[in-house]
Nanobody
Framework: QVQLVESGGGSVQAGGSLTLSCLGS????????MAWFRQAPGKEREGVAA????????FYADSVKGRFTIFQDRPKNIVYLQMNSLKPDDTAMYYC????????????????????WGQGTQVTVSS
């Protein structure tokens, strides 16, 4: 069982930046994935970004491309989400997720593909 703990959330004004961190209790397999999801009140959980630890391939939702960057510290089993040019629509609870199983590339931002989850960290962006 992999335990995930997020940190780095907070409140910022529009246009500001935050960096989120996710610490895992064990390595995710090279062909697995680690990812960030977010969920606002009354909304479905949506995929934000994902990374394949083995080759560092990355994937992003269209809404955050050019603003967010996912990267990792592989030996420490930490994945980060650098968020720039934040907008009020980015306000949500952000969750770290991981899986060890293989999966289709098109599914890497689908929440149902992941079986390990952190408790979340709140990000609030004001106008």
């Amino acid at each position: 069982q992999v335990q995930l703990v997020e940190s780095g959330g907070g409140s910022v004004q529009a246009g500001g930046s935050l960096t989120l961190s996710c610490l895992g209790s064990a390595y995710i397999y090279s062909n697995g994935f680690m990812a960030w999801f977010r969920q606002a009140p009354g909304k479905e959980r949506e995929g934000v970004a994902a990374i394949r630890p083995g080759d560092t391939s990355t994937f992003y939702a269209d809404s955050v491309k050019g603003r967010f960057t996912i990267f990792q510290d592989r030996p420490k089993n930490i994945v980060y989400l650098q968020m720039n040019s934040l907008k009020p629509d980015d306000t949500a609870m952000y969750y770290c997720a991981a899986k060890n199983k293989y999966g289709e590339i098109w599914s890497v931002l689908r929440a149902s593909e992941y079986n390990y989850w952190g408790q979340g960290t709140q990000v609030t962006v004001s106008s």
